[in-house]
């Protein structure tokens, strides 16, 4: 068979799971339906599945094996949450894994040497283990904190979103394993460096731009800087212990009921406890900012389209690539040609910054426009932020947006497994 070229089109499958994202991107090289295909699998996990339609991550990595034709030429995690890489474990991970990827495409932050107690880390990372450390222990402050829910009495709504971003931030140990375990080229990438895709996509360019590694810029660890932050610096530390020992996390604090509470003072203990899960909802939230801003963004560039998919990377994430790099005018120059864009982290208010989306050239209010700029969400109504604190996901002006200006697709879409996923075909 004659060697690859250049691809002629490329299609995107995006596959209903919930509150998650799972993309299946195949680069089209000629008529031959198997032989000329390249599929990258671009996430797979759920933290949420419809409960209408009967859709399950395990029809899903089926029809993923079906459409790759039993091949993947490359698997892309673009950062460890659950919504994001929940299909990789168990069952439905062995059938990817079983796909053969020829690379695996994740961030710097999953770099074995970067990891705290790994020795000579490349240079590129050096001085990132306690920023990487810190991720690692977000994942016990989550678990404790799915712990503490149990017995606070707080509001319904605090609850279920301590929950809801409590499960996203656990450490999904299985599905990383698998991850890691998969053979080919294992490349973990940070803004400017190499994707490791071109050789496995012909004619295809890949720009890696985000996230930024520490050196490059301090942004995706600010918070670090802060209080509150530190607040749970401490929270992981004295989780770690409880944990390892087995103790409660305070284990000499008084312990009252509102029984034993003198009848003037009953008032207070709900507001106590309310504030209590105030504050455990802020660190979950800061928890699931800064895992977000840890988010690979890839910008292919195939034929004269280009195709934009930057996970959940939030503003801190991009500011670099922006802003703060000394190429982001040829970066911004580079993102207003974007023909596709894969909304950032499921339609929420911080993840498609104005300064990124000012930049599309192609937005266009004719819907019959040729070369509109084209959009797809996957994601959820009613899992996360609130519509009262103008949080909601995803967020109801953005969508506005994306319908007035571009041709927009999203998974709420798709209410039956008789159609799993929004397919798109792009002629590039
Ligand atoms: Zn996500």
Redesign the pocket.
Known sequence: MAPLKKPTSVTIRSYQVG???CFLVSFNYGEDATASRRHVLI?F?S?SLPKQGGFSLDSVAKDIKEKAGGKLAAVVAT?R?R??LSGFGGETGRLIADLNPDVVLQPWTEHPKAQPGATSPPAALEGAKGFVGALAAMHDVARFSLQEIAALRAPKTVKEQIAFLGE?NLANLDAVKTLMNMGGDHVYAYYGSKSGLEKVLPGVKVHVLGPPTLKQSRAVEQQRDEDRDEFWHLQAKASRRAAATGQPLFPRAAQVTGSVLPVETRWFLPRIESVRGDQLLEIVRILDKQM?NTSLILLFEVGTKKLLFP??AQLENWMYSLKEAKEAPAVRKLLSKVDVYKVG??GSLNATPKSLWNLFQKKNPDEHATGRLQTIVSTMTGKHGSVDRGTEVPRSKLVQALKMESTFATTQSLTSRTVPCLKIDIPV
């Open positions: 509150f998650g994202d996430d996990g933290t950062h949450h919504d994001h996203d977000n996970g959940d982290h499921h």
